[in-house]
């Protein structure tokens, strides 16, 4: 990503007389005043830049004040010879940008401050014009804007090169590391294989992602915007911890461990993934648990049976715990008493809209208007097929011990139909 100036010819185009302003060499007047504008521009970055008042004071009075100097000097040449700038003059910005990338310096800081200089030396230059000096004012305008779009250029191509490479190196180290924790490895041998330390512990998230709109249009749109959904997802989760999440997520879903020192409170959890699936535009379905990095595969195995328990109950997106679905739980383990709950609705099997009203009922919260609105059906055609339900079953919802068998009777046919969920 660096930029070649190597070709460029640096042969001086000579001027006839130096460049005058106020009467004095604007050249000789740079060098002058160099280490004193060098110090009224440190002690501006960290006043307009917070990110620069962070930096040790030794970086700012050294690191960062020769490269003030020789970026003042490198002016006064360019003003002095209209020597047109190479890469090696610029080496030093660019191994500064490097070094302030590795620091975790913003791009818009560095740009800015170098921004602070360029003003800076532009009044130190043309604070005493006068106005029949305005030709050589206007060419030491262009000068400097030749200069600033050669700083910009170079600065940014090796900020970004060198933030490339970081990110890479980081973002193998914690594929590294989430392969790990979900292959159940020990701490110690995680921080010695991958050289990361896990957290203490992790918001485990299972999550099932239901596809944007734009997912379905054709040709590469619908690539374009299943990665920008995961991407707005990912933002999400990096700004809950203020670190990159762990991740294996494609359009459909998959896990995510966010490292806490603490436990989260759940409503603030819930409320994360509600904030993602706004930002991406889509429903999210998912399952969360908080475990030790030993026990996260287990936390993932748990909750992707969790979000299969509510996909398969007709529950709406949202992010559940095991205590949502307790029931639902413990009746998809293997048991001799599932077969025998799920027969108490075998009277139904031949009515399926008789079976579809029950489940839509109960799943509603025994509310006839939602249950015959989600069916398009008359608010009295629910009562009488609930009532229905009763003479063929003997069971009916109005009874509180009724109402418990009949749900535990959906979760076992939901459970024999899907296979169970194993041991």
């Known amino acids: 990503?660096?930029?070649?100036?190597?070709?460029?010819?640096?042969?001086?185009?000579?001027?006839?007389?130096?460049?005058?302003?106020?009467?004095?060499?604007?050249?000789?007047?740079?060098?002058?005043?160099?280490?004193?504008?060098?110090?009224?521009?440190?002690?501006?970055?960290?006043?307009?830049?917070?990110?620069?008042?962070?930096?040790?004071?030794?970086?700012?009075?050294?690191?960062?004040?020769?490269?003030?100097?020789?970026?003042?000097?490198?002016?006064?040449?360019?003003?002095?010879?209209?020597?047109?700038?190479g890469?090696?003059?610029?080496?030093?910005?660019?191994?500064?940008?490097a070094?302030?990338?590795?620091?975790?310096?913003?791009?818009?800081?560095?740009?800015?401050a170098y921004q602070i200089g360029v003003e800076m030396c532009w009044s130190e230059s043309t604070e005493q014009a006068r106005p029949e000096e305005l030709p050589?004012?206007?060419?030491?305008?262009?000068?400097?804007?030749?200069?600033?779009?050669?700083?910009?250029?170079?600065?940014?191509?090796?900020?970004?090169?060198?933030?490339?490479?970081?990110?890479?190196?980081?973002?193998?180290?914690?594929?590294?590391?989430?392969?790990?924790?979900?292959?159940?490895?020990?701490?110690?041998?995680?921080?010695?294989?991958?050289?990361?330390?896990?957290?203490?512990?992790?918001?485990?998230l299972t999550l099932a992602l239901a596809a944007h709109p734009d997912e379905a249009r054709p040709g590469s749109r619908a690539g374009i915007a299943a990665r920008r959904k995961l991407r707005r997802i990912r933002q999400a989760l990096d700004r809950f911890t203020g670190e990159p999440a762990?991740?294996?997520?494609?359009?459909?879903?998959?896990?995510?461990?966010?490292?806490?020192?603490?436990?989260?409170?759940?409503?603030?959890?819930?409320?994360?993934?509600?904030?993602?699936?706004?930002?991406?535009?889509?429903?999210?379905?998912?399952?969360?648990?908080?475990?030790?990095?030993?026990?996260?595969p287990e936390a993932v195995t748990r909750n992707a049976e969790v979000v299969r328990l509510v996909r398969s109950s007709g529950r709406g997106p949202g992010l559940y715990l095991l205590a949502d679905v307790l029931l639902d739980y413990q009746l998809s383990r293997p048991s001799a008493a599932l077969a025998g709950l799920a027969d108490l609705l075998a009277p139904l099997d031949r009515r399926p809209e008789l079976l579809l009203t029950l489940e839509t009922y109960l799943t509603h919260g025994l509310n006839?208007?939602?249950?015959?609105?989600?069916?398009?059906?008359?608010?009295?055609?629910?009562?009488?097929r609930i009532r229905r339900v009763a003479g063929l079953t003997g069971l009916s919802p109005s009874h509180t011990g009724d109402l418990h068998r009949l749900n535990a009777a959906l979760v076992a046919r939901r459970s024999l139909a899907g296979g169970g969920a194993g041991g």
């Open 1 to 85: 990503m660096t930029r070649d100036n190597s070709t460029r010819a640096r042969v001086p185009t000579a001027r006839a007389d130096p460049l005058r302003i106020g009467g004095r060499s604007v050249a000789a007047q740079l060098r002058a005043g160099a280490p004193g504008l060098t110090r009224r521009v440190l002690s501006r970055l960290p006043t307009e830049l917070p990110v620069y008042a962070e930096l040790p004071d030794e970086e700012l009075a050294g690191d960062i004040a020769e490269i003030v100097q020789h970026t003042l000097r490198l002016f006064a040449d360019v003003v002095e010879r209209r020597l047109a700038v």
């Open 87 to 97: 890469d090696a003059d610029l080496a030093p910005q660019r191994a500064s940008a």
């Open 99 to 112: 070094q302030r990338a590795e620091e975790g310096v913003p791009l818009d800081a560095i740009l800015t």
């Open 136 to 204: 050589a004012v206007l060419e030491l305008f262009a000068d400097l804007l030749r200069l600033q779009r050669e700083l910009i250029a170079a600065v940014s191509a090796a900020y970004l090169e060198a933030r490339q490479l970081l990110d890479g190196q980081e973002q193998t180290g914690r594929h590294a590391l989430l392969a790990a924790l979900l292959a159940g490895e020990s701490p110690e041998a995680v921080a010695g294989r991958t050289g990361v330390r896990p957290a203490a512990r992790y918001v485990v």
């Open 246 to 296: 762990l991740t294996a997520l494609d359009a459909a879903g998959g896990t995510a461990l966010l490292p806490v020192d603490v436990a989260p409170p759940w409503p603030e959890v819930r409320a994360l993934i509600d904030r993602a699936a706004c930002s991406a535009g889509t429903a999210i379905t998912g399952a969360a648990a908080i475990a030790e990095p030993a026990g996260i």
């Open 368 to 384: 006839r208007r939602a249950t015959a609105a989600l069916l398009h059906l008359h608010p009295n055609t629910v009562d009488y």
